[in-house]
């Protein structure tokens, strides 16, 4: 049987070059192939203003090469989504990536031979490359979800989707604009949409929580200190959940003074970002601790929004953290704006979009230009995309249709030879992407070197092992309050999508280790044939 490739790598974000990197350093074949018409992926498609990323840039980047750690230069605390796509440039030069990648080319379908265990992959370009392995980096947030809202084909306007933003940008100056959605990439753009827009209005279905920013421009001496001291930042972030270094709790707030709680959440508030959640170890464990974090940022809208009736509407109903924080930069001031008005939509959902505008409320509201900011099919959209046939043609479609089954969020029974980077059931989303791709990569790279040396053809993880690691994924969700909300985490913003909590909550570090003892065995948990 004629192989192409060792390898096909779908997706050239940082997982797919990192994977490709790391394949050719080992001697093997490999193709990448990618849909957009350059490298970056999700910073590749998410071009909205605002967008940045909220996991601050020395931490948010490649740590496998000490030379191009240092020659990078960072500019500010987040990254913006323009300066993360020059660094996905960057690194794709730097290693002469492209020369094994395919742009423009959409991934239709994969499908395993069980006799010769080689997959052929497919394209919307007519391809079919034979390859022993297909390794899947199509990301977790990459396929946009356009919500079926009765009129959008009529609108007579431009309608933007923030996950699939047009490459030239988009002027609003002089447009009245209606943005859908207030999740993190509304939250991120409708301050500066609202900048320029004549006027903007806000169609809110789900109050949400965020935490300033704080960005800033980074002091070239902060950078140079960071990179000093590089490999002790990494290994610290090793040991933390999320795979951030940032200070770890080690107090509960239930065994906490209010007066001593709140001064703790203003210090994290005026930190800024993310680390917010981490003020206390039982912030995501106990209802009452997760109220009086809640509490104090309810406070802060009732601070900062002017008008109580607008700051009311603003204000979360749910636990906080329980769908993802999100991080801005001035987004509840917006709301004090002339131009800036906001509908509550949570009782009644949008009637209808009309040629002109969003029919809500009884109302009409007309507008230029929409804006949906309505996220995305999470975890499993990407890859469900893609018509992957297993063993005996199963549709990989049909093996998740009551949610999504994994082995360490690497693999799938019955698909031998396949291996996903950030799968549903490994850390991914709940962590900082760049290290944990890191570690599947070079999981994936170490276990194709093992597989070689062995003259092994087909690995294909066995039942048991995914059942017992579906278990652990599900009962380390049901011991904390995320599992309990209506969030992307458990596809409860797709409609007839199972509600499954997709990410393995358990943490960075004890996922890591598990992944070490599974090699440490000999690949426990995985049939391997010659
Ligand atoms: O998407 P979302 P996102 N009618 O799903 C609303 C990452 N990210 O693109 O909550 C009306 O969070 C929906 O309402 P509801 C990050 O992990 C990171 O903003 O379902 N409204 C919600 O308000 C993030 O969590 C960064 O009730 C509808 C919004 O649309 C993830 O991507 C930046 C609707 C969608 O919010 C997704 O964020 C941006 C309808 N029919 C994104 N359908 C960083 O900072 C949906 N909505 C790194």
């Not at 779908?10 to 080992?26: N, Q, S």
């Not at 549709?395 to 019955?414: H, I």
Request: charged share 25%; aromatic share 10%.
């Amino acid at each position: 049987m004629k192989i192409d490739f060792d390898a096909v790598i779908i997706g050239a974000g940082f997982g797919g070059m990192y994977m490709l990197h790391r394949l050719r350093g080992e001697g093997f074949s490999a193709r990448v192939l990618e849909a957009g018409k350059g490298v970056g992926g999700t910073w590749y498609w998410n071009r909205y203003p605002g967008a940045r990323c909220d996991v601050e840039s020395v931490q948010y980047s490649y740590q496998f090469s000490k030379e191009l750690e240092q020659e990078w230069e960072w500019t500010e605390r987040y990254a913006t989504q323009p300066e993360i796509l020059r660094y996905a440039n960057h690194v794709a030069d730097r290693y002469d990536l492209r020369r094994d990648m395919r742009f423009e080319t959409l991934v239709t379908r994969a499908t395993f031979d069980d006799t010769n265990n080689v997959w052929t992959v497919e394209t919307d370009k007519g391809d079919r490359l034979v390859a022993r392995y297909v390794i899947t980096a199509m990301g977790c947030l990459s396929s946009p979800n356009t919500p079926k809202i009765e009129g959008l084909a009529d609108f007579k306007g431009p309608t933007y989707h923030t996950g699939n933003w047009p490459h030239e940008g988009v002027d609003f100056t002089g447009k009245t604009v209606g943005v859908i959605g207030t999740g993190s990439s509304a939250i991120q753009s409708i301050p500066i949409m609202a900048q320029q827009a004549k006027h903007l209005t806000v169609f809110q279905r789900t109050a949400n929580y965020t935490i300033p920013a704080h960005n800033r421009k980074l002091d070239p001496a902060y950078v140079k200190q960071v990179k000093a001291a590089y490999p002790e930042m990494r290994r610290r972030a090793k040991t933390k959940p999320a795979g951030i270094d940032f200070d770890m709790p080690t107090q509960a707030a239930a065994d906490t003074p209010e007066a001593e709680r709140n001064a703790k959440f203003q210090e994290r508030w005026d930190y800024g970002g993310l680390g917010f959640m981490a003020s206390f170890t039982d912030l995501l464990l106990n209802d009452d601790s997760n109220k009086a974090a809640a509490d104090f940022v309810k406070s802060k809208i009732r601070e900062i929004v002017k008008d109580p009736v607008t700051a009311e509407v603003l204000t979360p109903r749910n636990i906080i953290g329980c769908k993802r924080l999100c991080v801005d930069s001035g987004y509840w001031e917006t709301f004090n704006r002339p131009n800036v008005t906001l509908v509550d939509i949570r009782d009644e959902p949008i009637e209808r979009i009309t040629p002109t505008g969003v029919r809500a409320k009884g109302k009409d509201f007309d507008v230029d230009c929409l804006v949906l900011a309505t996220g995305f099919d999470a975890m499993t959209g990407a890859l469900l995309k893609v018509d992957i046939r297993g063993r005996g043609g199963v549709a990989l479609r049909d093996r998740w249709n009551e949610g999504p089954k994994t082995y360490l969020g690497l693999t799938v029974v019955g698909f031998p030879n396949l291996f996903m980077i950030t799968g549903p059931g490994s850390p991914s989303v709940l962590t900082n992407m760049l290290p944990s791709i890191e570690q599947h990569v070079d999981f994936i790279t170490d276990c194709l070197v093992a597989l070689r040396a062995k003259g092994v053809t087909a690995i294909e993880a066995v039942d048991a092992a995914q059942e017992e690691w579906i278990g652990h994924v599900g009962s380390v969700a049901d011991i904390t309050l995320r599992s309990t909300c209506s969030s992307w985490y458990v596809g409860a913003n797709i409609p007839g999508k199972p509600r499954v909590f997709m990410p393995y909550i358990g943490g960075l570090p004890r996922y890591i280790e598990r992944c070490e003892a599974v090699v440490a065995e000999g690949y426990s948990g995985f049939a391997l044939t010659s």
